[in-house]
C-alpha cells in the first residue's frame, strides 16, 4: 500500500486547433507540436498537469469565457482585441502573415486583388486582414472562403477550388513541404503569439509566464525552434 503525502496535481484543458503546423497538427491520431510540447515544458516545470482538446479556432476564446478551457496554445497573436477578453503571457513566437497559392499559379500578390477568392480560417488575424484591409477597400471583388480548419484550406487551394490563402507564414512554408501550394508573398503584419488564459486568471498567467521564462533560460526554447523549424 501506497500513502500518498502529497496534494493531487492541478489538472488543466489546454485547448487548441490542431492544423497549425508545425505549431499543432495531429501525427499518428495525436495532437503534437511544438506548442504542444512548449506547454507540457511549462506545466512539467511548474508542477502541473494538462490534457489537450482540439476545437474550431474561433470556439478557443469563447471555451476560456465559459470556463471549458483554462488554457489556450494555439499560435495565438496577441491583439488588443483579444485583450479585451482574454490574458496573455508573454510573447514567445514572432510571425508575419503570407499569401499562398497553388503551385502552378502565375499569381503573385497580384491574386489578392480582384475577383479572386481567398481562403481563411475563421477568427484568425488572417481573416481580419482580408475583410479589413481588402474586402472592406474594394480591393478584393471575389470571396472571402471561410474554413474551421487550415487542412480544408489547404485542400481547397490544391484542387485549385479557391485562387489564395492567407495566413501566418510558419504555416503555410510547412504546408507547402507537403502540398502542391507555394507562399508568393509576406505580408508584414508584425505579430507575437502569445498563451492565452481567462481575464480573471491572473495566478495561472503568472505561473506560465514563470515556466514560460524558465524554458527560455534553460535552452528548451531553442531546442524546440532546432526541433520543429
Ligand atoms: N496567429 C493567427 C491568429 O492568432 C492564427 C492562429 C491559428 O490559426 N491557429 O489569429
Sequence with gaps: VTLSTGVMAQRYVVGTNASFPPFEYVEDGEIVGFDIDLVKEIAE???????FRDISFDSLIPGLASGSLDIVAA?????????????????YYSANQSVLVHQDSEEDL??????????VQTGTTGDTWVREKLMERDILTGDIRNYDSYVFVIRDLANENIDAAVLDKPVAETYSKNNPVKVVAELITGEEYGIAVSKNNSELQKEINEGL????ENGTMDELIEKYF
Excluded: Y
Design 45 to 51: 516545470l511548474q508542477g502541473f498537469e494538462v490534457e
Design 75 to 91: 499560435g495565438m497573436t496577441i491583439t488588443e482585441a483579444r485583450k479585451e477578453v482574454v490574458a496573455f503571457s508573454d510573447p
Design 110 to 119: 497580384t491574386v489578392l486583388f480582384g475577383d479572386n477568392d481567398i481562403g
Design 213 to 216: 521564462a524558465k524554458v527560455i
